[in-house]
């Protein structure tokens, strides 16, 4: 996570070896920056819709694939972020 003030909070469900999985809790207009993971993540939406993501949906971004989150909505964005290998500042890389 770039910038954690665009969370309201964030919670560690799990991290081990493995990956990580942790569910956010994103301010309206957040704004998580374009970046991509030396593995695999699995975003779940738990609530809200965005310019980027729905309610309901599952994403799948593969090694290298470059994302962002962008709430441009006036609510709260909850997701669900499960990262093989775990989330860490080595297998998050940030562009411009």
């Known amino acids: 996570m770039d910038d954690s003030s665009q969370y309201l909070k964030s919670h560690k469900v799990t991290d081990n070896d493995f990956g ?4 956010y809790y994103m301010k309206p207009g957040g ?5 991509y993971h030396n ?7 738990l609530k809200g819709n965005c310019k980027t993501h729905k309610k309901g949906q599952v994403y799948v971004y593969e090694k290298g694939v470059i ?3 962008v709430n441009d909505s006036d609510k709260e964005l909850v997701f669900v972020c499960l990262t093989i290998p775990p989330e860490s500042e080595k297998n998050t890389i940030y562009v411009q």
Not at 31 to 35: A, I, L, N, T, V
Not at 39 to 45: F, K, S, T
């Open 20 to 23: 990580s999985c942790d569910v």
């Open 31 to 35: 704004h998580e920056k374009r970046h």
């Open 39 to 45: 593995g695999v993540e699995i975003v779940y939406v």
């Open 67 to 69: 994302h962002e989150v």
